[in-house]
């Protein structure tokens, strides 16, 4: 039997495949806040939570005002005998490169600044569009780079590599935290938020009214 394209996307999407044990389920309406189940693992399915995209939206806004101001104020500064050197995320990965490690200078670059940025704006972009009514060009592809993106957005790594330096060049110099790196503590937080927080399939589902 001929089944027609509107038919079989119609009826993909109301079935949902287990992650854990790949049993097909079909999806269905949930109450407020709750949360579906695999019957056979047990694996979370989907959640249904009808402010995703207000919510990842704030949390995308404040995650790009938070990196603007990581990038633009002082990082750490280090104070020894009587000479102060003051570091930026940028001066950061500029000095790394100069002592002839471009490889990690670039990793740092690209896992706590670029693709971050890049993931915050994909995801104000689309979610934007979303809620103002608006079918904004290369939505659905900008989107789906924001989800392959997330795995590789890597600030608590760096975070933490800063502070196991900042606890072994406490002996050698006085350690002045900067603005930015509360403002780049604070985007791990949001970054961590959006993670939790945000529901994909309910945003695929508002994307598939713009068609
Ligand atoms: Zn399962």
């Known amino acids: 039997m001929m089944m027609s394209r509107r038919c079989l996307v119609a009826m993909t999407q109301t079935l949902i495949a287990c992650h854990g044990c790949d049993l097909l389920h079909r999806v269905r309406p949930l109450p407020e806040k709750s949360k579906a189940r695999c019957s056979r693992c047990g694996t979370l399915l989907y959640v249904h939570s009808p402010e995703t995209v207000n919510r990842t939206l704030a949390l995308a806004i404040t995650g790009l005002v938070f990196l603007v ?3 633009l104020f002082p990082f750490l500064s280090l104070e020894s005998q009587g000479t102060v050197l003051e570091t930026t995320l940028i001066t950061g990965t500029i000095i790394l490169s100069q002592q002839s490690m471009a490889g990690p200078a670039i990793l740092v670059l690209l896992t706590s600044m670029l693709i971050p940025g890049l993931l915050l704006g994909a995801l104000v972009y689309v979610l934007w569009a ?16 924001a989800l392959t993106l997330r795995p590789w957005s890597m600030t608590e790594v760096f975070l933490l590599g800063i502070l196991v330096s900042v ?9 002045i935290p900067g603005t930015a790196l509360f403002a780049f503590l604070a985007l791990v937080f ?4 959006i993670n939790a927080f945000m529901d994909p399939r309910a945003i695929w589902e508002k994307m598939d009214k713009w068609s």
Request: proline fraction near 3%; aromatic fraction near 6%.
């Open 69 to 71: 101001i990581a990038n």
């Open 167 to 175: 606890v072994k060049l406490a002996k050698m110099a006085a350690i």
């Open 190 to 193: 949001v970054l961590a938020a």
């Open 130 to 145: 979303i809620k103002r009514g608006y079918r904004l060009p290369a939505g659905r592809r900008l989107f789906r780079l």
